[in-house]
């Protein structure tokens, strides 16, 4: 008995028409989509050199979000009470205001927070946990309000319950912020939550 075989040329018509019914067209190149989009991971590519000082977190912009990086402030020695509070909060403030390094910027942070912002501690009839900016907090734009009042609220800066009494370098009166989770999600559309407050 003779077998014979077919040409392999003759089984590719058969081949497309299967294809075609079933929806799926054949091609004779390969398809180049181009690479995935890619995402932003919101986490340092390796960890960074470490730092001299108190180890601290602050918060930048990442996405839509806050996220924490370590970071670490002067040590303010043997200094106690507002005293204490204003040397950590403006150790933070600088903090803040860092740019990114360059595996962070990778990983898609930034932050709103400008140099050159100053803090100083109560003013008579002031709440004793009050820091006053050298940029009144109205006049943060709400990005870097949030991560002003986040970064604070979770360090020796903030009061005994880890609210920030912020004030201005004007006569207004000091006002009590809290840091939540809405802000921390949407620090552009959810300013901290606040409410004027007085007394020593």
Do not use: H, W
Request: proline letters at 10%; a positive charge.
């Amino acid at each position: 008995m003779t077998v014979r075989r077919l040409p392999a040329l003759s089984v590719l018509p058969v081949v497309a028409l299967l294809l075609a019914g079933c929806g799926i067209r054949a091609t004779e190149v390969p398809t180049d989509y181009g690479p995935a989009p890619s995402r932003v991971r919101c986490s340092p590519a390796g960890p960074e050199e470490a730092a001299s000082g108190i180890p601290v977190r602050v918060f930048l912009l990442c996405g839509s979000s806050l996220v924490g990086v370590d970071r670490a402030v002067r040590d303010p020695g043997g200094a106690a009470g507002s005293a204490r509070r204003v040397l950590v909060a403006q150790g933070l403030l600088e903090q803040l205001a860092v740019p990114p390094s360059t595996a962070e910027k990778e990983a898609g942070y930034t932050t709103d927070v400008r140099s050159g912002i100053t803090v100083k501690g109560p003013r008579p009839g002031d709440p004793e946990e009050t820091l006053r900016l050298g940029t009144a907090p109205g006049d943060l734009t709400s990005y870097a309000l949030a991560q002003v009042v986040c970064t604070f609220s979770g360090s020796a800066a903030a009061a005994g319950d880890g609210s920030v009494v912020l004030a201005g370098p004007g006569d207004r009166v000091p006002r009590r912020y809290t840091c939540t989770d809405e802000v921390r999600a949407r620090p552009g559309g959810n300013e901290p939550p606040s409410r004027a407050v007085t007394g020593g």
